[in-house]
């Protein structure tokens, strides 16, 4: 495990464990493995690919493909260079991903195997980008990653990014239907190694670890938990996307020590008949996040995994997570403290606000604010909802509203932005009704979050149609998936005659909502 004195950025951490251990596996990958002093020399040319480009400290490159070991060396190879990372969620629509790359203003775009055509659908949408990188397989119009990587030097030049820089920039769904560009420092990835006096035993790492990558690394969940593994000198087997199989055979091939996933993809694993045949002793702990777990799915879960849980709350904003629910605090028996997110980490700073920004008492129900390193400085180009989102003593509002025990563990109350967290994506409302609004026998929509036993929530649109219209159900979906990613359509639609709206004419979701949840226990998922 390196120590917070010795990184400076994201660029230091493979020449460091480079000259530690340089035969050590960082990687797995479809039977080709990496070692960290393999991952070094390919960061290191991977940044002098990038300013013989004529990028310059702070210019974007945009990652579009699923996981791979050389997202990483690209990732690394950035922060040498002082560049920019933006990881793209591939299973954006086309339009969604011609925005980033054109907001951020990408001047590289590397793109992974499945997304050749589409890169090149998209290439006279995309007026900044300069270079196409085609990360396996051959392009006549691209570099060819590993040719274009492998000729460039191997001699390292001093790194041209600071430690509160940018590092990655990751888009968010945006509240008014665009996504904002979270700007997240070379410092909050190393936020909790610096706070950590005593790391608690579901948080130490050693080289022997072997680390499951199976969330995608266009989330903070998967870039992050990437980049975790990395300090920590263990190694990552990294799938390409997530597989319940694959999760299966790298436990049993591998001997998987730490897993991250989110509770829809536990539960996907866990009810594959095969996951009661195989051994789990080798996994230690199941971290997870984007929803608490379900009572009933946990005590699966430890019947079948036998392993600890953690539960992970964060946020894209503040780098991953802030808030832990330790493994001591699980029960299968259930508890009230199962019901919280737990405890904030070593260095976060919690608060519950209202509105006007003062600190409430414990049990009082206001919105999280949080204050801490791993906090992004702002959203890219977007001042005012920076301003909004973030206050000028530093505390970073979530969005969230909950309440504070007299033990300091945090609960969970609703979303004040009225995000939807479906099978771990982050969903908003205003994105998908813009989609679905267009259509000419849509007279007025409101999208909200139902209960999803899979899923955690699910997208459901309310929809008022116009006078005599006949339209269905599969009418709206369709035209929604036309328009935007297919997990952001709406899973269900009703039909009712008005929404329901308040004396300004704001749509009253809780209203609409609160027939689906009043049997449970929150009113999130």
Same mark, same amino acid.
């Given at each position: ?15 460091? #464990? ?13 039977? *080709? ?8 020399? +390919? ?23 699923? *996981? ?18 933006? /990881? ?58 590993? *040719? ?30 665009? $996504? %904002? ?18 790391? /608690? ?14 969330? $995608? ?118 508890? $009230? ?44 180009? #977007? +001042? ?32 004040? %932005? ?10 908003? $409302? ?23 036993? %899979? ?26 998936? #036309? ?18 709206? *308040? ?19 929150? #009113?999130?998922?």
């Amino acid at each position: 495990m390196l120590e917070a004195a010795e990184v400076e950025t994201l660029g230091d951490i493979a020449r460091l #464990q480079a000259a530690r251990q340089p035969d050590h596996t960082a990687f797995v990958f479809e039977g *080709n493995t990496t070692s960290f002093g393999d991952l070094d020399r +390919h960061a290191v040319q991977v940044a002098n690919g990038l300013v013989a480009l004529g990028l310059e400290p702070g210019s974007r490159v945009c990652y579009l493909g699923k *996981n791979s070991p050389a997202y990483f060396e690209v990732l690394l190879g950035c922060a040498r260079a002082g560049v920019v990372m933006t /990881p793209i969620n591939w299973r954006l629509a086309g339009p969604e991903i011609a925005y980033i790359v054109n907001d951020c203003g990408g001047a590289v775009l590397f793109f992974g195997r499945e997304f050749a055509g589409l890169a090149q659908a998209l290439e006279a949408e995309l007026p900044t980008v300069r270079t196409y990188v085609a990360m396996e397989g051959h392009a006549d119009w691209a570099y060819d990653y590993a *040719n274009w990587r492998d000729a460039q030097s191997r001699v390292a030049t001093a790194p041209r990014a600071a430690r509160a820089s940018t590092a990655v920039q990751l888009y968010t769904s945006g509240t008014t239907g665009r $996504p %904002k560009g979270a700007l997240l420092p070379h410092r909050a990835f190393f936020a909790a190694l610096a706070n950590m006096t005593e790391r /608690p035993d579901w948080s130490q790492w050693t080289g022997e670890d072997v680390s499951l990558l199976a969330m $995608p690394i266009g989330h903070i969940g998967g870039t992050g938990w990437g980049v975790q593994a990395l300090i920590a000198g263990a190694t990552s087997l990294v799938m390409r996307e997530f597989d319940p199989d694959g999760v299966l055979d790298a436990i049993e091939t591998h001997r998987i020590s730490k897993i991250f996933m989110v509770p829809a993809a536990m539960q996907i694993v866990v009810r594959r008949p095969r996951a009661r045949q195989i051994d789990w002793s080798c996994v230690k702990y199941m971290l997870y996040g984007a929803s608490p777990i379900p009572l009933d799915l946990l005590k699966e879960c430890i019947s079948v995994f036998g392993c600890q849980f953690v539960q992970l709350y964060g946020m894209t904003e503040t780098c991953g997570t802030v808030v832990v629910l330790a493994p001591e605090d699980h029960s299968p028996e259930g508890s $009230p403290r199962m019901r919280s997110a737990g405890r904030p980490m070593p260095g976060v700073e919690l608060a519950i606000l209202d509105p006007e920004g003062q600190r409430l008492g414990a049990g009082e129900v206001g919105e999280i604010a949080i204050r801490s390193d791993a906090c992004m400085t702002g959203y890219w180009k #977007q +001042h005012d909802a920076t301003s909004r989102t973030i206050s000028a003593d530093g505390w970073l509002r979530t969005g969230d509203a909950g309440y504070v025990d007299a033990d300091g563990f945090l609960y969970i109350h609703d979303r004040i %932005k009225d995000m939807i967290i479906s099978g771990g994506e982050n969903i908003y $409302p205003a994105e998908v009704e813009n989609a679905i609004f267009g259509h000419p026998e849509v007279q007025d929509v409101a999208v909200i979050g139902v209960p999803d036993t %899979k899923w955690g929530e699910s997208v459901k649109a309310i929809v008022v149609r116009v006078p005599d219209a006949d339209l269905s159900e599969a009418d709206v979906i369709a035209w929604a998936r #036309q328009r935007i990613a297919a997990f952001k359509a709406p899973r269900s639609v009703d039909f009712i005659d008005a929404l329901p709206r *308040n004396a300004s004419g704001k749509i009253l979701r809780r209203s609409l909502r609160e027939p689906y949840w009043r049997a449970l226990d929150r #009113q999130v998922s």
